[in-house]
């Protein structure tokens, strides 16, 4: 039988007395006739809904109001609608093949239902930071035409001892009154190891919630979480999803791409390009992302058509170290660390040109000696190691 997860859901509120429910379910229905070209299937439907009008999720957003945190009084969730695609992110072909296994997985629901096969749609994502993990869930839930939840680690964690745990039952209850992809992000903040001895009492009650809520949760609410300290995760937390994706830094192919897509019509020739792309190993797309619109910015008020290769390569060097710029306190600590990380780059007529400074100046900075009135040999002590950070 098609269509069965939404068949079960409508019946299961009609039997727990859940008109709005019911009518949310009812809606979702109607709209996937519609996109099957179902017409009179979808029509009867909607006379029904129209003759016993209830709050359908599908005219008023999220027919509830968000759940509160009750010390705080800020929503525990976000509710992005699926109104408007979201940006596009490159991702490896393994991760970019392995979201279309869950997609499909979640739309052929019904049949796995209809078959007995017990299926639940669950993922966990987990990777370094700025590698796309919320953009993914994003995604997938613009793809299946479903709002996204997204708890809010900040609001959800309560000051109130035993709050935490309400607050993450009220958030899936209102999951699952809701069609929607409920995303656990930052999941790490609640499904620490229960042997991490730092916080134990607290962390175990919400941990347990937690296990608790994913065991109870209708198998065809799409759950997605996503972490960056997956060995922080407890083991049990780790079995309820039995989808797992890492994603990773993006390799030079992707970021090839990301440059060009953040760049734009600002993006340099291949030549130049190939050497942001070589230059940014170890950088996240999140961190590309940075660096591309700082270096739009300053092309734009410089007045130039397209980046100027030594002036974004200044830019990116300033991402890379971003932890450790406070060491160029002097424009010679400067130029002697871009010369050390980009030689072919940094020549000692480009690094003139870009400082303002005579070439003689550069050469001198480069050994050592202090540039006139602009800093002191001394800076040289706390010399950066160029390309050791991410
Ligand atoms: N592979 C990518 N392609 C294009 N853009 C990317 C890519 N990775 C990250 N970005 C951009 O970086 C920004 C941050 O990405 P996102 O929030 O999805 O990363 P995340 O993995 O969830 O990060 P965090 O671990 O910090 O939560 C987004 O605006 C996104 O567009
Ligand atoms: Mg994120």
Known sequence: MEHLSEVVK??????????RKAADYASL???????????????????VLAKTPAPTFASTGVATAPPRDQDSQLDTVDVLNPDRAPEEIVLHPYVAGTVQDFLMAVRSHERWLAEGIATASRLLIYGPPGTGKTSIARKIAYDLGLPLITTRSDTLVSSLLGQTSRNIRQVFEFADRNPCVLFLDEFDALGKDRTDSREIGELQRVVIALLQNIDAMSPSTVLIAATNHESLLDPAVWRRFENTLKVDLPNPVERQEIWKQKLGRFAPSPKDLEVLVRFSEGLSGAAIQTAAFDMARTTMLEGHEQIVLTSAMRRLARIKWYDRYHVFDSVQTEILALRQWAPTVFSI???????????RQVSNAIKGEALNGTGTSDSFTSEPTPGSTA
Not at 10 to 19: F, G, M, S, W
Not at 350 to 358: D, N
Request: charged share 30%.
């Open 349 to 359: 007529r480009a690094l003139a040109e870009l400082f303002g400074v005579s070439a």
């Open 29 to 47: 229905l109607v709209s996937k006739l519609e996109d099957e070209k179902q017409g009179r299937q979808a029509n009867a439907i909607r006379t």
């Open 10 to 19: 409508i019946l299961e509120a009609a039997l727990r007395h859940d008109p």
